[in-house]
């Protein structure tokens, strides 16, 4: 996410913990970790769809911005029934937070990540980073509910399972649900899993 540098400042200083965007689709998720440029980083903690028309001065005091006329000179939009994606997040402080890289990985990053799959299925007892990565595959942007009930596991042991493969650059979070990232696809393109093992979620 993109600040403008009097916003950074009042971030850095707590005062600002909101912020409202002109989105097609969010640009941010919730837990999502970013870098304020030239030093520290934010956490969203909530986002929500508003139409502009809804908001009232009192949304507007964690934001830093004076009025909803201001707001509006601010995102250029004028008409009531825009749809506005209103943000929350914390300040993480002065760090910044390192990224993990989604991008196509070479063949020597190839297994490395494949080695690194293979001692988190020990740590487990069986296997179930590929079968995951597979799913989210199949059903990008399902619910987290019905991809865990495949697996026969709680939700949120579904959602930690997820960011642990996140931590290694292979997924992302959307809005709801998750998708591969390019890292991911990759990695399933080289080495795949048996596919008549994960069933479609109903």
Known sequence: MQFRKPFKIAIRAGQ??????V???PQATVGGRYNLHPEGAIEVTAIRKVKLGSIRAAALKATGIESVADLKILLGVTDPDTELYQVDF??????PVKQPDTSKPDAAELETLRTKLRAMD???GKPWTMQVLLALQQHPGRRAADLASVFDWP???FKAQVRKLKTLGLTLSLETGYRLSERG?????EY???????TRPG
Do not use: C, H, I, P
């Not at 600002?16 to 965007?21: G, P």
């Open 16 to 21: 600002v913990t909101r912020s409202f965007r």
């Open 23 to 25: 989105w097609q689709k």
């Open 90 to 95: 914390r300040y993480l402080g002065s760090e």
């Open 122 to 124: 020990s740590r487990s």
């Open 155 to 157: 939700t949120n042991r």
């Open 185 to 189: 696809e990759a990695l399933l393109a």
């Open 192 to 198: 795949g899993t048996d596919r008549a093992a994960v």
